[in-house]
């Protein structure tokens, strides 16, 4: 799938690490790097091969996620398409500005989320439709938490 280019010019774009943007004395590109409750910012060198890049995102993951369970492993999508390891350059799959979202899967691709309970959460399978425990989610992670879940209003 490769990416989409018509911009001109050296950065290719406006905003700054918006779509088609480089970084003008290295020329990196950047992307948004999605987990269940938050996102950052993942720069992307020229050079870099998508199975280098998938190495750099599991690390990232690994620091914000330490204590994932024996069997699970993250993976990683882009408009909604799973990224797959290879030696082609990350250039040609990104164009810069996209969002590639982080799931915690098993080996059989069952979908995991961290639980809200008090003193930490616990990794359980994704459930559809449903929505936490609002007294939950205030105890573990705060107020603030559950008014961005929808939680409260």
């Not at 982080?102 to 961290?114: A, N, P, R, S």
């Amino acid at each position: 799938m490769p990416a989409y280019r018509n911009k001109q010019g050296p950065n290719k774009g406006k905003r700054f690490q918006g779509k088609g943007w480089r970084d003008p004395y290295g020329g990196s590109l950047y992307f948004q790097l999605k987990r269940d409750s938050f996102s950052r910012c993942h720069e992307v060198s020229p050079r870099q091969t998508m199975d280098g890049l998938i190495d750099d995102l599991i690390r990232d993951v690994e620091s914000d996620y330490p204590e994932l369970y024996e069997g699970l492993e993250s993976a990683f999508f882009l408009r909604k398409h799973p990224l797959e390891r290879s030696y082609e350059r990350a250039f040609n799959v990104f164009d810069g500005g996209e969002t590639v979202y982080v799931k915690i899967v098993d080996y059989e691709g069952t979908e995991y989320v961290k639980n809200y309970t008090p003193g930490g959460g616990q990794w359980q399978v994704k459930k559809r439709g449903m929505k936490p425990n609002v007294e939950d989610v205030v105890a573990s992670h705060g107020i603030a938490e559950a008014y961005r879940l929808g939680l409260l209003q």
